[in-house]
């Protein structure tokens, strides 16, 4: 089945990097993302990982995948106090089309 | 290029009454889909519109339903309201997947649902 965790609350400084863990359960999993909410704002893809990869680098953003253990994390470098929102890891499976399944978010407070 | 745009931004019903919200897909896309984010929760998918017709659906009861038009707008439909259909209600649409190829979803920003 299909299940998508995250821890609750993560605070960091200015300056320092973020890192936001996720795991999955579904080992059908197609494509691994994650995702900015900002309050009263509807999702923002922020990047995505294909399955058969372990990493992937965008700017200040980096995704770590292990399919082995089903984890999946996002690092942030050089946190910005414009980075405070909540995140969300959504897979996508095989068969299953567009269908996005979320975890319940981290909600990313960064202080001066 | 417009995005995904949703309608009403807010409302407000009472137990038992019924609702329809509506959404206008990004220009070119043709499947839509409805997910429901229920406060302090991800969004939980409930289900996806391809030309006209549903393309999968998540465990929610027959009392959510929906449509897609020619123009590919869509509408929720949700009859006698229960408390706990409170609610965010995001629309997103993308062009098809095939083959496994990546398809980016656009979110609008939401209908916020409150029934009393």
């Known amino acids: 089945g299909e299940d998508v965790e995250q821890s609750l609350f993560l605070s960091v400084r200015e300056g320092d990097s973020s890192v936001i863990n996720c795991t999955y359960t579904?080992?059908?999993?197609?494509?691994l993302y994650w995702y900015k909410q900002e309050p009263g704002a509807g999702l923002q893809l922020l990047t995505y990982i294909f399955s058969n990869m372990d990493m992937k680098q965008d700017q200040r953003l980096t995704v770590l995948l292990n399919k082995k253990d089903k984890h999946l994390s996002l690092r942030i470098a050089d946190t910005q106090t414009g980075d405070s929102a909540i995140y969300f890891c959504a897979e996508s499976i095989r068969g299953g089309g567009n269908k996005l399944t979320f975890g319940t978010g981290t909600q990313l407070k960064v202080e001066l | 290029e417009t995005g995904v745009t949703q309608s009403p931004t807010h409302l407000i019903k009472t137990r038992g009454q019924q609702v329809t919200l509506r959404c206008s897909s990004q220009s070119g896309h043709n499947t839509v889909s409805w997910y429901q984010q229920a406060l302090g929760q991800g969004p939980q998918f409930i289900f996806q519109y391809y030309r006209e017709e549903e393309n999968g659906r998540g465990n929610f009861p027959p009392r959510f339903s929906g449509l897609q038009f020619p123009n590919y707008s869509s509408e929720l439909n949700v009859n006698a309201l229960e408390l706990d259909d409170s609610a965010l209600y995001l629309c997103?649409?993308?062009?098809?997947?095939?083959?496994?190829?990546?398809?980016?979803?656009?979110f609008g920003p939401g209908t916020r649902l409150t029934v009393l």
């Open positions: 997103a649409s993308s062009l098809p997947t095939g083959g496994g190829a990546f398809n980016e979803q656009f």
């Open positions: 579904d080992s059908s999993s197609t494509y």
